[in-house]
């Protein structure tokens, strides 16, 4: 569900990034803007299902189920754990994964392409109540007329019309203040207005409503990089990332999160894993990258990194600043 940018030097750490884009459907590049008119009503829903030590689960039953609690389609894990639905409608669903006694589920919003879910079977034994994927009860409790307003608020946001999109929270949040979704999408919009306070205030709300909602982990991370909390930020972003191990977004949240701590290698690292787990090019990821690099004074590779984003994006919002990036680098290396 949601999103954001980012801006350079310690000031770029404020900023948000496309953190629902993969879950939302949307362009990672402008979660927000104007999408093609012509996607398609319905996409597919693929995914994996590993155990706490990553392993994939052969022959675990999974199932698609709307909101309603019905099974609209089901199938079995392959030998590596993959399974997958085709010619899925828009809209809401859980996939919930059972083998033997454990079971694992996720929310999705399926809005056409492709969408992608990545389940962990929680560990035998007592849990914390926190850990894993187990259903939350909340989830089937959400009245119809509360995700109604939420859908359109949903798709409003995606075209861009965000006071819109705003209104119909606010009636969705009326109907049931502990809805996850719509607070986390609130919350979203909010950091979008520089309003970083009252995004945290929704983030928090929405992790108490649903301890197993990736995403509203993720954003906090995000609003947290935002006032420089980036301890907190990374206790978030992991929480996140053990709901959600397959969401890039979070990598690249972490990696802002290091470079505000100053460890450089460990933000590269992070970046490595959200370039190589991304579905598409997010130019961003070559401006975090050039940022940790010229800060370990690697200019080379820091100049290689710049001219990347350039060539991605030589028009974009950040693009002065790699200029001005690319000019320091320069005159760095001349120096030496």
């Not at 961003?284 to 004074?297: F, G, N, Q």
């Amino acid at each position: 569900m949601k999103s954001r940018v980012i801006v350079f030097t310690l000031a770029f750490l404020g900023c948000s990034i496309s953190l629902t884009a993969q879950r939302m459907g949307m362009d990672p590049q402008a979660p927000f803007s104007q999408l093609n008119s012509s996607r398609p009503a319905n996409g597919s829903i693929t995914g994996t299902v590993r155990d706490m030590s990553n392993k994939p689960i052969k022959d675990a039953e999974v199932e698609l189920r709307n909101m309603g609690g019905s099974v609209v389609n089901s199938a079995s894990t392959s030998s590596s754990g993959n399974f997958e639905f085709s010619l899925v409608a828009s809209g809401t669903y859980m996939v919930v994964a059972t083998a033997g006694t454990q079971q694992a589920s996720e929310r999705v919003e399926a809005s056409g392409w492709s969408n992608v879910v990545s389940l962990r079977m929680p560990a035998n034994g007592p849990q914390d109540g926190i850990a894993g994927n187990s259903i939350s009860v909340m989830q089937y409790r959400i009245p119809g007329k509360a995700r109604d307003e939420y859908r359109k608020a949903h798709e409003l946001a995606e075209n861009g019309k965000l006071e819109e999109a705003a209104k119909h929270l606010a009636k969705a949040l009326e109907l049931c203040p502990n809805y996850a979704d719509a607070l986390t999408l609130r919350g979203i919009l909010e950091l979008n207005q520089r309003e970083t306070e009252a995004a945290v205030t929704d983030l928090d709300k929405a992790i108490q409503s649903d301890a197993n909602y990736a995403m509203a982990y993720m954003v906090m991370g995000s609003a947290l990089n935002q006032q420089a909390k980036f301890d907190e930020a990374l206790r978030s972003l992991e929480r996140g990332e053990s709901l959600a191990p397959n969401y890039w977004q979070g990598h690249f949240e972490m990696a802002k999160s290091y470079i505000g701590k100053r460890d450089y290698p460990a933000a590269l690292h992070q970046i490595d894993l959200a370039e190589n787990m991304a579905p598409t090019e997010y130019p961003l990821i070559s401006l975090v990258r050039a940022h940790a690099l010229l800060a370990m004074k690697q200019y080379p590779e820091a100049m290689i990194a710049l001219e990347s984003y350039l060539q991605k994006d030589p028009q974009g919002s950040n693009s002065e600043q790699a200029r001005r990036m690319m000019q320091q680098a320069q005159a760095l290396m001349a120096r030496n």
